[in-house]
């Protein structure tokens, strides 16, 4: 009946254990999956709203915009609006990759017949993935800052030939 080819072995195997499947069991196993990738598509969701509001905004004040200056200006507003957009956006994307590693630390702790050992561990990994977002949001606030402050350099007159 059954040689011992893998594609056999694996028949067999999916044969025993189908009796023993437990549909619900399955789709509670998934949950936390759904759930992650839900947080991830609202986010993005919710990223690309603000994206396209901003960028309708800019459109309309450079359509209102009645000489050179007043375009600059518009176009300058509408980096700056950008910027903060940008820095936003990662800190909202690094906030919920903080949490979600979290929350699988804490799964796999909880699903390990040793969690209790396991406790320092996953206190020191939550506690490195929370500094790394700590300097993460550091780094983002100087450069933009540094970005604020830097200023357009003045021109310099061309000498004549």
Not at 21 to 41: C, E, I, M, S, T
Not at 130 to 156: N, Q, R, Y
Request: glycine fraction near 4%; hydrophobic fraction near 50%; charged fraction near 20%.
């Amino acid at each position: 009946m059954f040689k011992n080819t893998p594609f056999e072995a694996i028949t067999k195997s999916m044969t025993e254990s189908a009796p023993k499947f437990d549909l619900g069991a399955a789709q509670q196993a998934f949950r936390p999956l759904q759930d992650n990738l839900k947080a991830w598509a609202d986010l993005a969701q919710s990223q690309v709203a603000e994206a396209q509001a901003a960028m309708v905004e800019t459109v309309e004040a450079v359509k209102g915009a009645k000489d050179p200056q007043a375009a600059f200006e518009a176009f300058k507003a509408s980096s700056e609006a950008a910027m903060a957009l940008f820095q936003k956006n990662l800190k909202d994307a690094v906030a919920l990759s903080v949490t979600q590693f979290h929350d699988t630390v804490d799964a796999v702790q909880q699903a390990h017949p040793a969690g209790e050992a396991l406790a320092p561990l996953a206190k020191g990994l939550k506690a490195a993935a929370s500094t790394a977002e700590s300097t993460l949001d550091a780094a983002i606030t100087k450069g933009a800052s540094m970005a604020a402050s830097v200023a357009p350099v003045a021109k310099a007159k061309r000498a004549a030939k």
